[in-house]
């Protein structure tokens, strides 16, 4: 196939012929660069729908398409100017011959050959972060034409990272998002707004030298807001040791999905956390599957919402456990108490189900409020996060032992209710970092002492008599009543209700169907038995795999 490597190339013919054209004949106008991130995600979505039809499959063409930019913002990220590299590695993130350049300077087979050889020998540098974003890593771009197009005409003319925006990880996750929506499998992987990530680490305010993990890092969303709440507030520390320790482990993730591991590495590398040459800073291992080796100052998580564990397994191995359960997001809340440090501080995004639910929630919210200060819970509103009808919380927690006298570690409970009478879509309305100020601002209102914070219509404090005294210790909690909410109300308009009350059917048929499927299941194991004798192995797998699917 000929290569067209010039908009004139693509713009030329009659109107037949270009109507003619394959989608990877035609052109995307240029636009200047400096987008927002929803129109930068939008353009990058293109270039998947340009791949979709040169026959790379669903599964591959987001991961196809951020080794690309993983190499051009790489390749803008070495050319900024000196004072944007303050406390940054002199040496190139890819190795020269290798890089973005190398690739914009060959031309039909030669760079198709050239892209292949560079994919192939990064992957080969094990034990090292870039190492670790190529490991494995292959070519799905087969036609020379598609893949010189990619580069030259849609990546390289545009400047990808800005210094006063952080596009990358929102460009990232956004792909992800959109190819989770494609596949119909995104269900369990609630990508967290960013806007609530940057809010909760401004509640807990890392400080230079603590350490810092996420156990289910995904993309790298808090570890790279962490990061660069050290930066605004520390610069100057962090030449010497302490910058040393934050590029060597001192902001570390653990990730179960090799390839969502591989987004978080080169988000973490892009962001200046991490250096080429060095250990990787994701760990790719179920978190749930063994104690903690090492012991934090500061844990932020968004599990994986849904039933069942992670890979199946029971993890009755995990002695530290209060209590074994296989619902994710308890096993998540009892690995994080035993991942902190003593006195070291949790913030995690929990669905209200860990709020409430009997048998093993009653054994670990008990557990949780006696051997830490469980002292702030934020009520979410719907329609934040991607999937619909997600109802969530975030739970913020210090682990301080019990007090002298066996007294209980939490004092008080203080509940701040931004779901009542909050709405808010993707489309329409999203949340924004300032939607969160009230809650930030309520969350310090005492400084470091929980119990002089300022009470407000939304703020209040539940006494730890009070949550034990309540059936299962059900920590769902109301500040504010439906009906007597009026102040600070948002009105919404009847496509927007109409459009949520969509989203909750869907919701419920969806819960209808693996219900559905569940009793299918159990009568097919029932004549199973009658046949030839249960298997319990086999529901075991079958369970899994509907949780993977869900």
Not at 41 to 48: A, F, I, M
Not at 102 to 112: D, F, N
Not at 257 to 286: C, F, W, Y
Not at 354 to 377: P, Q, S, Y
């Amino acid at each position: 196939m000929s290569t067209m490597s010039t908009d004139k190339a693509w713009t030329s013919g009659s109107p037949k012929d270009r109507a003619a054209r394959t989608p990877a004949e035609r052109p995307i106008p240029r636009k200047a660069a400096g987008e927002t991130t929803s129109t930068l995600v939008n353009r990058l979505w293109s270039y998947c729908e340009l791949l979709r039809h040169s026959g790379v499959s669903t599964l591959d063409y987001v991961e196809q398409l951020t080794y690309l930019l993983f190499l051009k913002m790489a390749d803008e990220r070495d050319k900024r100017p000196a004072r944007f590299r303050k406390n940054s590695s002199e040496q190139p993130l890819v190795p020269e011959g290798r890089d973005w350049t190398s690739l914009t300077t060959r031309s039909a087979e030669a760079l198709l050959d050239h892209y292949e050889f560079v994919l192939k020998d990064l992957g080969q540098r094990g034990g090292t972060m870039l190492g670790e974003v190529f490991a494995k890593a292959s070519n799905k771009i087969h036609e020379p034409a598609v893949l010189e197009r990619l580069i030259k005409d849609l990546i390289d003319p545009y400047t990808w990272t800005t210094e006063d925006q952080d596009l990358k990880g929102d460009a990232y996750e956004g792909l992800l998002q959109r190819g989770a929506e494609d596949r119909k499998t995104g269900a369990g992987q609630y990508f967290t707004p960013r806007p609530l990530i940057d809010a909760m680490v401004d509640c807990i305010r890392p400080q230079i030298g603590e350490t810092i993990t996420d156990p289910a890092c995904g993309t790298g969303g808090f570890l790279i807001a962490a990061h660069a709440h050290l930066a605004r507030n520390y610069e100057e520390q962090l030449y010497g040791d302490e910058g040393r320790k934050l590029q060597t482990g001192a902001i570390t993730g653990y990730e179960l999905v090799r390839e969502t591991a591989r987004l978080a590495l080169m988000n973490m590398l892009l962001h200046g956390i991490g250096t080429s040459e060095a250990k990787p800073l994701i760990t790719i291992q179920d978190s749930l599957a063994r104690p903690p080796l090492r012991h934090y100052d500061i844990v932020f998580a968004n599990p994986p919402f849904g039933v069942g564990s992670v890979t199946g397994e029971a993890y009755t191995a995990r002695n530290d456990f209060w209590t074994q359960t296989t619902n994710k997001q308890l096993n998540f809340v009892q690995h994080i108490y035993n991942l902190l440090k003593t006195n070291g501080r949790a913030a995690i995004v929990l669905p209200d189900n860990v709020l409430f639910e009997g048998g093993a929630g009653t054994v670990i919210r008990r557990n949780l409020l006696d051997m830490c200060d469980v002292h702030t819970l934020l009520r979410l509103p719907t329609g934040i996060f991607y999937a619909n009808g997600v109802k969530a919380n975030v739970l913020f927690f210090d682990k301080t032992g019990q007090r002298p006298g066996g007294r209980p570690g939490t004092r008080q409970l203080w509940v701040y209710d931004f779901r009542t009478d909050q709405r808010f879509t993707l489309k329409q309305r999203q949340l924004r970092r300032q939607h969160l100020d009230d809650f930030v601002a309520a969350y310090h209102s005492g400084g470091s002492d929980y119990s002089e914070r300022k009470p407000s219509d939304r703020f209040r404090a539940f006494d730890y008599d009070e949550l034990v005294a309540r059936d299962k210790v059900n920590l769902d909690l109301t500040v504010i009543r439906p009906d007597t909410a009026t102040s600070g109300a948002v009105f919404t308009s009847p496509d927007v209700i109409a459009q949520e009350i969509v989203d909750e059917l869907e919701t419920a048929l969806a819960e209808f169907t693996k219900v559905a499927r569940a009793l299918k299941r159990d009568a097919g194991s029932v004549a199973d038995g009658f046949a030839g004798g249960a298997d319990s192995t086999a529901v075991g797998t079958t369970e899994h795999e509907e949780d993977r699917e869900s």
